[in-house]
């Protein structure tokens, strides 16, 4: 870390100190400072941020104000340093720095599975089709971690099985690892008080909690009374002031009730900072198309979040819809990729084919293998940015590019062709593609990616 960034992660942590003599008279004295600093610099972003700390009838006007009242003073530094200067000034950098050296994608962020156990048995859950018993060691993440640092990136996204079967280990990451911010996707029926306090005591650890909807919804696919226990974890890290959020998976059968105002405003009662839905992804041979929202209930979908967020105080994430802002697909190490817990280096959480393990190469290495280049040199797939998978909406890309890398299913249990799974997706394709096309012609943000 250069003496520049050291003196910026140094101005980040006295301004919070400072913050929170007088929140609200000094949020405005923070805010006058990074106009200045800022310069020409992220203008809107300033500007929107201005407001919401100024107009009592913003819907973030209480949000900002909760991070100073709700939230241990520790977690918020701790999480504010290593995001905005680790992962934004430290990290995006040297990753732009790298991505130009080796002509590949360097990921912003890493996700990786712990281990293939849960301690639940949802119904459809794909990540059960990888088996029980497999484990990247502390060792193995620890390094994983390590390499992903000296490549610049600072956040790093556990999924499963369920990663709090390893939360011991995951918390002397986090002590080691305290430069980084760490999410955790996690039915949270391990969160207990003990876990809780090492969580407060790290500060850079947030859980992603999985609801499937309300109480019957969620006990109806991961057993009787899970709903109740997420609502006493939740109700738990509230009390401990942590920030944590909620993920949800919206299906052509779920769809009127999980993105429903009623279910917005429960998410917000329950204090989450934040919601991430995805949409249903027809992965493993044992997936239900049918389960796939249609069209109608996809853009359903885009036109509420988009509302939502102009009138609740919840930060609302939509993983298929929000490519739009993003610049289409952001697997194959474009910003992300995903490692399992066999240590199989796979271009993306839902698409399951890979030519690298961790155990065999180095992560710069797995980055220039063939199947990452294949992402790499035909990113993005669609000019229409609502349109960014290779498998969901453009399907005839992820059977060439496996192909041409001679990729194999990482699904060790029940290994799935990529034939079988793209034909799950043509139809979809097909009948997403006028719908997507019309959203795009009147989406702003067309032009930007002409």
């Not at 994608?105 to 156990?117: E, K, Q």
């Not at 990540?127 to 993440?141: C, D, F, P, R």
């Not at 999924?159 to 002397?172: A, Y």
């Not at 790499?376 to 041409?404: D, G, I, S, T, W």
Request: aromatic share 12%; hydrophobic share 35%.
């Amino acid at each position: 870390m250069n003496a520049t960034t050291t003196l910026k992660k140094f101005g980040l942590e006295q301004a919070f100190h400072y913050i929170y003599k007088d929140p609200e008279k000094n949020m405005l004295k923070i805010m006058d400072w990074a106009d200045k600093f800022a310069g020409d610099n992220f203008i809107s972003q300033r500007k929107m941020i201005r407001e919401a700390i100024t107009n009592p009838e913003h819907p973030y006007y209480s949000y900002v104000r909760r991070l100073f009242t709700d939230i241990d003073p520790n977690v918020t530094r701790t999480l504010a340093v290593n995001f905005f200067i680790n992962a934004g000034l430290v990290g995006w950098p040297r990753e732009e720095e790298l991505r130009k050296k080796y002509d590949c994608n360097i990921p912003w962020a890493i996700l990786l599975d712990p281990t293939s156990a849960c301690n639940l048995h949802c119904t459809g859950c794909w990540a059960a089709e990888y088996g029980n018993k497999l484990n990247l060691s502390y060792e193995e993440i620890d390094d994983i971690i390590r390499q992903g640092k000296e490549l610049g990136v600072y956040l790093y996204i556990y999924t499963g099985g369920e990663p709090l079967v390893r939360k011991k280990d995951l918390i002397r990451l986090c002590e080691k690892h305290s430069d980084c911010v760490f999410l955790c996707f996690t039915n949270a029926t391990l969160i207990d008080e003990a876990f809780a306090d090492e969580m407060l005591r790290v500060g850079n650890f947030v859980p992603a909690i999985s609801l499937e909807g309300f109480e019957e919804a969620t006990d109806g696919r991961r057993g009787n009374g899970v709903y109740q226990k997420v609502m006493d974890a939740l109700e738990l890290l509230r009390n401990k002031k942590l920030i944590y959020g909620i993920s949800s998976c919206y299906t052509s059968a779920n769809y009127e009730s999980i993105t429903s105002e009623a279910y917005l405003d429960k998410v917000s009662e329950m204090g989450a900072w934040f919601i991430w839905y995805f949409h249903y992804m027809p992965v493993g041979n044992d997936a239900v198309p049918e389960l796939m929202p249609t069209p109608a209930q996809r853009r359903g979908t885009y036109d509420r979040i988009r509302r939502y967020r102009t009138e609740k105080p919840l930060f609302a994430m939509d993983f298929q819809n929000d490519a739009e802002y993003i610049g289409g697909c952001i697997a194959g190490g474009h910003r992300y990729l995903h490692i399992n817990a066999n240590g199989d280096i796979d271009p993306c959480v839902f698409v399951h084919y890979s030519d690298s393990n961790i155990r065999e190469k180095t992560l710069l290495e797995a980055l220039r293998s063939p199947m990452m280049m294949a992402y790499h040199q035909r990113q993005p797939f669609n000019k229409n940015m609502l349109r960014p998978c290779p498998m969901l909406e453009n399907p005839e890309k992820l059977r060439e590019m496996v192909a041409c890398a001679g990729a194999h299913s990482t699904d060790l249990q029940s290994p799935e062709s990529v034939e079988h799974l793209c034909s799950k997706c043509d139809q979809y394709a097909r009948d997403w593609e006028p719908v997507a096309d019309e959203l795009w012609e009147k989406s702003p943000r067309k032009d930007k990616y002409k």
